[in-house]
């Protein structure tokens, strides 16, 4: 193992490291927001399903990369190819499909009643479920196509014929079929982005003129601080802008991957910027969403509770003084 591989098995093990222990984290939290019977936001719920996604995203795209550079290219026959670039392919399709809805779902709810999506806003928690349920479903039946074009390992000089991925290939007759196939694969995608950057436009024109009717009313506070909703609101243009740009970069690079010869650090490359974006997507919303750090405190605030709770049960007590009073027989 040369000096390259190395480097490859340390960058893409760090980033499966980083990436599901962030996303394990919100995972665990609302799963005890769920089990303890804490008071719930409707977007919890996406974000729950979004943490998911993109924790096994991580796991699916780098985990064979990494078998690869300790020089295990073999390690997956055709089946095992399929499945982990179907997987791969599903995960990030869902990835995708919870930031857009999770972005809609904030816009149609912080919209004014007087807007165009005002019948909206009085059904959207309705649609929730049905519409997340409707992304699964999507995403599992789409990328049933990309079982078809992905084999093994396999070595060719001609680009057009198969486009390695490092541990598979993408077989094509000709360079304008795989391109036919990569536009049809991406056309949800593009759909999503452009959806999203609308929302986050919508949502941060929103707060900046309420923002101005704040500063106009509190004349003598110019700068009031923001409320936990208003920074929970902002989160998600931050969370949007963070995928567009990594979605940008990598679209650029795949591109040009797919009309040149590629060379392996380029999809090496690629397959880092794609789980950039499930990588850091936890710590900005950790670093940005209140809500969040507040249900950390509540629950330690009731783990500290119930602590006390059984202390007291055997006998201790919390008032100075009394300790040795209760223990001693």
Known sequence: MGPYEIFLMVVFGTQVAVGVLGNSFLICLFTLIIITGQRRRAIDMILFQLAWANSLMVISKNIPLIMAAVNLKNFLNDHGCKVFFYLTRVFHGLSLSMTCLLSSFQAITISPRRSKWAELKDRALEFLIPTCSLCWIFHLLLNILVLEKISGPRMSSNVSVILPY???????????????????????DVVCVGLMVFTSGYMTLLLYKHQKQVQHVHTTSPSPR???????????????????????????????????????????????????FPTCSPFVLIG????????????????NGHFWDISLSLGFSKEPGRHNQLINF
């Open 166 to 188: 490092g541990y598979c290939s993408h077989s094509a007759k000709t360079i304008v079929s795989a391109s036919l196939f990569v536009v049809m694969v991406s056309f949800p």
């Open 288 to 303: 940005t969403d209140s809500q969040i750090l507040r249900h950390c405190s509540a629950l330690w605030g009731r783990k």
């Open 226 to 276: 923001a409320s936990p909703e208003t920074r929970a609101t902002l989160s998600i243009p931050l969370l949007v802008s963070t995928f567009v740009s990594f979605y940008a970069l990598n679209s650029i690079l795949a591109a040009y991957i797919h009309f040149r010869k590629p060379r392996l650090w380029l999809v090496h490359s690629s397959t880092f910027l794609a789980a950039c």
